[in-house]
C-alpha cells in the first residue's frame, strides 16, 4: 500500500484554474468527496458521488468504496498493547486486513513500514476486543496509539491513515519527529475521537 502517496495533490501546488476531479470518470469534485480504494494496486482514489455509490455495491470489486464510520469500544478498552510482541518499535501505527493476512503499518519520514503480524496474533486480540473484527478488510483500519493512561484504539476509514502517515512524512524532522510532528499527530487523534461512535 503506497501510504501517504495517495493522489491527493499537496495544497501549495493548487492554482486557481486547478479542480480535483475524480479518478474514475474525470467528472469534477468538490474540496470534501468521497475516496474509493483501488484493491489492484492498493491506492486510494478521489471519486465523484456517482462512482462512490456504485462502488458500495459490490464488495468484492476491485474498486471499493471507502466507509465514512468511526468507532471506539468503550466496554473493552486496551489498557497496555505488547507493542514489541507486534513487531513496531513505535506508539502508534495503524491495522488493516488485507486478503488473508493482517498487516501494521507504521508512519514513519519515509513513509509507512509495513510489518506482517504473526499468525493468530490478531484473532488471539479481536477475540477480547471485538473492535478489532468489526473492521471491513481493506477499506477500514484499526489505529492504535500508546500513551501514559493506556491505549487508544479507534476503527477509521484508510482514507484517514493516508493523512496520518502523509502528516509524518511531511512534517517529520530529527530523531523523534519533532514537535510540529506530535503536534500534527496530536491534531489529527483529536479529530477522531471526535467523530468516534461507541461500537454496538
Keep these: 500500500m503506497s501510504v501517504g502517496t495517495g493522489s491527493a495533490r499537496p495544497a501549495f501546488a493548487r492554482s486557481s484554474a486547478w479542480q480535483e476531479r475524480c479518478e474514475l470518470c474525470g467528472t469534477p469534485v468538490a474540496a470534501r468527496h468521497g475516496h474509493v480504494i483501488d484493491t489492484g494496486r492498493r491506492g486510494l482514489l478521489c471519486a465523484c458521488r456517482a462512482c462512490f455509490l456504485l462502488s458500495t455495491r459490490c464488495p468484492t470489486a476491485r474498486y ?82 500508546g500513551g501514559e493512561r493506556g491505549t487508544d484504539c479507534f476503527l477509521v476509514p484508510v482514507d484517514v491513515c493516508y493523512r496520518l502517515a502523509g502528516v509524518v512524512r511531511r512534517y517529520w524532522t530529527g530523531g523523534d519527529g519533532g514537535p510540529e510532528v506530535h503536534e500534527r499527530v496530536g491534531e489529527l487523534f483529536a479529530e477522531i475521537e471526535q467523530r468516534a461512535r461507541p461500537l454496538r
Excluded: N
Design 64 to 145: 471499493r468504496a471507502v466507509p465514512e464510520r468511526y468507532l471506539w469500544d468503550p466496554r473493552r478498552p486496551i489498557a497496555r498493547l505488547d507493542w514489541r510482541r507486534l513487531g513496531i518499535p513505535a506508539r502508534f501505527a495503524f491495522f488493516l486486513h488485507c486478503g488473508t493476512r493482517v498487516t501494521a503499518f507504521q508512519p514513519g519520514p519515509a513513509g509507512a513500514a509495513e510489518t506482517t503480524l504473526p499468525t493468530g496474533l490478531w484473532a488471539e486480540l479481536a477475540a477480547a476486543h471485538p473492535l478489532l473484527a468489526t473492521a471491513e478488510p481493506d477499506v477500514e483500519a484499526i489505529v492504535f496509539r
